[in-house]
């Protein structure tokens, strides 16, 4: 099967413009997580879809972050406007169950966003 | 979520056996230990899942002494394609969110 999938790889913006990151989850996979590293630190949560529902957005930085998932199946993130601080490799993962284990992840390769 | 301690980086060669150690004092219990592994340009990968004692699969094993307070991920054999950041993370309770520390960076040497 086709694993997580994420667009673009990579994208450099200038400071105070906008990115949309995409992710397509694996197939059946109502399960939808993004994480995030910035430069030296460590992955951290975002945000987790049930579907196209929100379940937990806790991890969510500011308001310049708005993620959707409409009709359940990919998701975007964008950021609006950028700033320096959100340059990071940004990653998204699919889970068929909740893998309140962790056993059930699969991430993607991630987008690098580097904003100048 | 337990907090969990790891070394950042060890060394090995090709054809050792390598063990990582993780300290997670407060493990709860409803709580798992999950291992991933990620590559450069890669997102973590999982590895291997135990909740006590001894659990083996194709890739590695994962021992669990008794009290949870640690956990001990063995990797047989290593080659240079094990070369990655090898991350412990201690999962359960009302929420599904990963926890990532720093992860331990491994080497792997000719």
């Known amino acids: 099967e086709a694993g997580v999938t994420q667009f673009p790889s990579h994208s450099v913006i200038e400071k105070g413009q906008t990115v949309t990151l995409r992710c397509d989850p694996i197939?059946?996979?109502?399960?939808l997580y993004w994480y995030r590293r910035v430069m030296g630190k460590e992955i951290k949560f975002l945000l987790h879809?049930?579907?196209?529902?929100?379940?937990?957005e806790s991890g969510m930085p500011n308001n310049r972050f708005l993620a959707e998932r409409t009709g359940g199946t990919y998701s975007t993130l964008k950021v609006q406007p950028a700033e320096l601080e959100d340059s990071g490799v940004y990653f998204c993962?699919?889970?068929?169950?909740?893998?309140?284990?962790?056993?059930?992840?699969?991430f993607g390769s991630g987008t690098r966003l580097t904003v100048v | 979520l337990a907090k969990t301690t790891q070394p950042i980086s060890m060394d090995s060669y090709e054809g050792q056996e390598v063990n990582i150690t993780c300290s997670h004092n407060?493990?709860?219990?409803?709580?798992?230990i999950t291992w991933y592994q990620q590559f450069p340009s890669q997102g973590p990968r999982f590895i291997i899942q135990?909740?006590?004692t001894k659990v083996t699969n194709e890739v590695a094993s994962l021992f669990i002494p008794a009290d949870r307070k640690s956990s001990t991920l063995s990797l047989p054999r290593v080659s240079l394609s094990d070369t990655a950041v090898y991350y412990c993370?201690?999962?359960?309770?009302?929420?599904?969110?990963?926890?990532f520390g720093t992860g331990t960076l491994l080497a792997v040497q000719p």
């Open positions: 993962a699919s889970s068929q169950d909740w893998a309140r284990q962790g056993n059930g992840y699969t």
């Open positions: 407060n493990i709860a219990t409803n709580d798992y």
């Open positions: 197939s059946g996979h109502d399960n």
């Open positions: 879809f049930v579907k196209e529902s929100k379940q937990d």
């Open positions: 135990g909740y006590k």
């Open positions: 993370l201690v999962v359960g309770g009302a929420t599904n969110k990963l926890i």
